[in-house]
């Protein structure tokens, strides 16, 4: 058994896409990290700084959103959502999981935040013009992120693209985002996660 520890509406709703595309047995715990002072301080047992996603795997505990897709798509590999161990396919798999939050993430809070980067040594995620030339280049040659097929790095760029191009307005709409977008949103799983999200978030 899983157990997902999740706040709708924040990074954690990325891994609850995973976990549908999983088809394994879930529940959800609400972390309620809006609440004045943060999440309950109980929760650090499960996730030092209080933050989301977290999960508990048959009483093993994963944080941080590439190690927890990396975890997951190993433990159940017949989803087929990551290239196995020895495939050469893999090394782009991982570098797409850790760019989502290496680089990406960090890369587009700077710019929400107005945060100065004048070159690419300035701090260790580099430049946004880099890092959209980026996904602009790999997303013009190919399918998914990580190659031909559909794998659990795509719920965490797709996840990202998506909140920063229609939530903050952070990345341009651009024609190759959008194909993208339009390839994740027909799935199925995709789909029965946007509903149980906006369930989680009205309740």
Request: glycine share 8%; charged share 20%.
């Amino acid at each position: 058994m899983i157990t997902f520890y999740h706040s709708p509406r924040s990074r954690s709703s990325s891994i609850h896409w995973l976990l549908e595309e999983l088809g394994a047995e879930y529940k959800t715990e609400i972390v309620d990290i809006r609440a004045p002072g943060g999440a309950p301080e109980t929760y650090r047992a499960i996730q030092p700084s209080k933050k989301v996603p977290a999960i508990v795997h048959d009483g093993t505990v994963v944080t941080e959103r590439a190690a927890i897709c990396i975890y997951l798509a190993d433990a159940f590999p017949q989803a087929g959502l990551a290239p196995p161990v020895g495939d050469a396919g893999r090394a782009a798999w991982l570098t797409w999981l850790v760019y989502s939050d290496a680089v990406f993430d960090p890369v587009i809070a700077g710019r929400m935040r107005g945060l100065a980067v004048a070159t690419s040594n300035d701090y260790s995620f580099g430049l946004y013009d880099d890092m959209v030339a980026n996904l602009e280049k790999t997303l013009a040659a190919r399918p998914y992120i990580a190659g031909e097929a559909f794998t659990a790095a795509d719920t965490q760029i797709g996840s990202g693209i998506h909140y920063a191009v229609h939530i903050l307005g952070a990345l341009a709409d651009r024609p190759v985002f959008q194909a993208y977008l339009g390839r994740l949103q027909a799935r199925p799983a995709f789909q029965r996660y946007i509903r149980k999200e906006m369930a989680l978030a009205a309740g």
